[in-house]
């Protein structure tokens, strides 16, 4: 089985966007708010929005199941306030529930958190609880900067954090780090913002003892780490300034990459740095990066093709990587494949 760790509801209908302008519309003119009930999106209308595209190219690539949750560029934690996101939250993961149970197979969601700049992460505990009692999903994502590229909250590592990761290791529930739109005019939102915010993540750990406090704490670091593998031995040499252990004991039984480097020697780079335990096969597809690689005349995203093609991974390590890796970092998966005799 291949498992893509790595997907987003970006081709949602747009009765969404439409119905999230009108909430924006509503943040100055309290009128135009609009009910949560006046978005209406029948299960024909979603049902249309995968097959003929995520759904479409995981079986032309083959990819057989996707961790899916909300578009990460929609989630800009930054607009309105706590009650903004929290409702949006909730509509954009009762979505994602929604797909999960047309297409049990081929979907399975993460939760978006209604996260607020200055809010108290606290507050996000009872979606995250509902999308996991209620939906099944089996994991989240946590917003570094819910600011948008202005990075006003504290570090991961600081205790302002704490209560989600307090879910996190009573749900046994990894959370992939992602940031949201980019409202800084100097971070292009995915050729800079999410990448930097990759590596700021990592980096946050290093310097921390986080993973002390909870030691059964995952995070999965999405588009290939950021600069983390090709500055590998920065890294290591940082750590060791500072006197913490040797990275694969400080933060590699915690810290996992995903696969969304689009090109071969990205990739090769990867599976040669950075151990095969802490690789999982992603795509972001459908994403950021659409168009065809004139280089090599297939989807930059098709990510599928450079694990196949490098030869820095056997064919148990490659298990892993599609399969293994997944199941072990996200327990709720495994149990729900398990239900299912996979
Ligand atoms: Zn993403």
């Not at 202005?150 to 529930?173: C, F, G, N, Q, V």
Request: net charge neutral; glycine share 6%.
């Amino acid at each position: 089985m291949i498992i893509d760790c790595h997907g987003h509801y970006t081709t949602a209908p747009k009765a969404l966007e439409d119905w999230r302008n009108r909430q924006i519309a509503g943040l100055k003119d309290a009128s135009l708010t609009p009910k949560v009930s006046a978005l209406k999106i029948s299960d024909d209308e979603l049902r249309q929005s995968i097959a003929a595209n995520q759904l479409q190219k995981m079986q032309e690539r083959g990819a057989d199941l996707t961790i899916f949750s909300p578009r990460a560029s929609f989630m800009a934690h930054h607009i309105g306030d706590f009650n903004t996101s929290s409702t949006w939250a909730s509509i954009c993961n009762e979505l994602c529930h929604r797909v999960a149970k047309l297409f049990p197979d081929h979907f399975i969601g993460a939760a978006m958190l209604p996260q607020s700049p200055g809010v108290d992460p606290r507050t996000c505990i009872p979606e995250l609880e509902r999308c996991v009692k209620e939906y099944g999903f089996v994991g989240i994502n946590l917003n570094p900067d819910p600011s948008g590229g202005h990075w006003t909250s504290p570090p991961l590592s600081d205790r302002h954090w704490y209560p989600i990761y307090e879910k996190m290791a009573e749900y046994d529930i990894p959370a992939m780090i992602h940031v949201s739109t980019s409202c800084n005019a100097c971070f292009h939102t995915t050729g800079a913002h999410y990448l930097n915010a990759d590596t700021t993540a990592f980096m946050q750990c290093l310097t921390s003892d986080l993973f002390k406090d909870f030691p059964t704490l995952k995070f999965v670091i999405p588009h290939g780490g950021g600069a983390v593998p090709y500055h590998w031995g920065r890294f290591r040499g940082l750590a060791q300034e500072l006197k913490k252990p040797l990275l694969k004991d400080h933060l590699l039984n915690n810290i996992f990459f995903d696969t969304c480097v689009y090109h071969q020697p990205g990739i090769d780079l990867l599976t040669k740095v950075i151990p095969v335990d802490n690789i999982l096969f992603a795509s972001e597809m459908i994403g950021a990066v659409r168009g065809i690689d004139p280089e090599t005349g297939f989807n930059y995203d098709d990510t599928k093709r450079y694990i196949e093609a490098t030869q820095n991974l056997s064919a148990a390590d490659r298990h892993k990587v599609y399969e293994g890796n997944a199941r072990r970092v996200y327990p709720r998966l495994d149990a729900a494949l398990k239900v299912k005799g996979k």
